[in-house]
Structures are given as structure tokens and as C-alpha cells.
């Protein structure tokens, strides 16, 4: 069965810093990988997408993939209260049509 | 761009009853996804349209549920009967490409 694990939280951390949010899958197959971010009782916003190792990078995001030893990260620089939010890790097999999410962190920026 | 959009954001029925969510995607996205998260768990996935057909419903729990997307443009999700482990957020996303999927703002069902 494929799995996306993510630590719940929540993560607390100071406004200013870098906030590292981390992802492992546990299906090879999986292709391509997604960070969504939820804000409570809104809908999940797509903010990331990476499908080769190493880095990509998009703003304040960094998105990082390592396939080798499955795991995701996004990388939030310069955190702002406004982050605070759920961030969601997606897999996506190739060739597949669902995303398999993880529960997601809870990420809290503190003032 | 309109977004998409989902139809009632609540529904609080009882056991046995039917009910129907809508989805709306955005303007031209033929993809078409539903996604279904119960309380304390992750977002599943449900099944997949492309236009008006089912691509994969692999994650469709049991035949309780069905999905339609007539002329491939707003797509509706029926629950006959409802059970109580029906209960959760019923999130509906859309994709032009098959990559980028945006959702909608869900469907909070509260089976009694």
C-alpha cells in the first residue's frame, strides 16, 4: 500500500527563520512530488511540484527530492506569519491518476 | 479565473438518505478528480474524469458512491444510502495538464 508519511506538529518557528518541513513515500514508483498548503477550512493551494533529485526552488521555496532515500523536504525562507498553515506532501506514481497524500504538518510561524 | 467550486459546503443528512455533491472545475480542464478526507486520516483519492470518462476509480470505497460527469463539464458525486463512516470533507480538484491539480473548497458531509 503506498504511503506518504509527514510529522503532524505542530512545528513551531520563529518569524524570520527557514521552516524545513520533511516527506517520506514508501512506493519506488512514485514519479512526482507536491507540497500543497491548507489553510484551516480553506481548500489545499498547489505551491510546489518536483519530479527530479535535487533542488528546485520558487520564491521563498525550496522544494527538495531525494529518491534515493524517498523523501521529500520544502524549505520555507524568511518565514512570515502568513505561513501558518497545514502543508500537505502528494506522490504521484507515473502513470497514476490519484495523488496519495500525507496528513500533513501543522506548521505555526510565531511573531 | 473563476476556481473551482463545490456545491453545498455542508450537507448534514441521516443514515439511509441520499445526497448528491456538485463540482464545478475550472473552464477548460478536462480533468476532473475527487478526493474524499475522514476525519483524522489523509485526503484520498476517489476517482478520476477525463471529459465525461472515468478514467480510474480505483479509490471509489463501494457501490454506494457514483460519480457522473455528463457532457464532461460539472461532475456530481452521489452517496446512496449514507453510512456514518461517510462523514468527512469531499474536496473536488481539476487539471489541465494531468500535473498541476487546483481544488475546490470542499464539501463537509456529516452523516447522522
Known amino acids: 500500500q503506498k504511503e506518504v508519511e509527514q510529522n503532524s506538529g505542530p512545528l513551531s518557528v520563529p518569524e524570520g527563520a527557514i521552516a524545513s518541513l520533511n516527506c517520506t513515500y514508501s512506493?519506488?514508483?512514485?514519479?512526482?512530488f507536491f507540497w500543497y498548503r491548507q489553510y484551516s477550512g480553506k481548500s489545499p493551494e498547489l505551491i510546489m511540484f518536483?519530479?527530479?533529485?535535487g533542488d528546485k526552488e520558487d520564491g521563498r521555496f525550496t522544494a527538495q527530492l531525494n529518491k534515493a532515500s524517498q523523501y521529500v523536504s520544502l524549505l520555507i525562507r524568511d518565514s512570515q506569519p502568513s505561513d501558518s498553515a497545514t502543508y500537505l506532501c502528494a506522490a504521484e506514481e507515473g502513470g497514476a491518476d490519484g495523488l496519495t497524500f500525507g496528513k500533513g504538518t501543522h506548521l505555526i510561524i510565531q511573531p | 479565473e473563476a476556481g473551482v467550486t463545490q456545491f453545498p459546503s455542508h450537507s448534514v443528512i441521516e443514515k439511509g438518505q441520499t445526497v448528491t455533491l456538485r463540482c464545478d472545475p475550472i473552464s477548460g480542464h478536462d480533468n476532473l478528480y475527487w478526493y474524499r478526507r475522514v476525519m483524522g486520516k489523509e485526503i484520498k483519492f476517489l476517482l478520476h474524469?477525463?471529459?465525461?470518462?472515468?478514467?480510474?476509480e480505483s479509490g471509489m470505497p463501494n457501490n454506494r458512491f457514483l460519480a457522473e460527469r455528463t457532457g464532461g463539464t460539472y461532475s456530481t458525486l452521489k452517496v446512496q444510502p449514507a453510512e456514518l463512516e461517510d462523514s468527512g470533507v469531499y474536496f473536488c480538484a481539476s487539471s489541465q495538464d494531468r500535473v498541476k491539480q487546483f481544488f475546490g473548497p470542499g464539501t463537509r458531509l456529516t452523516v447522522l
Open positions: 518536483i519530479y527530479s533529485n
Open positions: 474524469f477525463v471529459k465525461e470518462s472515468k478514467q480510474d
Open positions: 512506493d519506488q514508483g512514485s514519479q512526482s
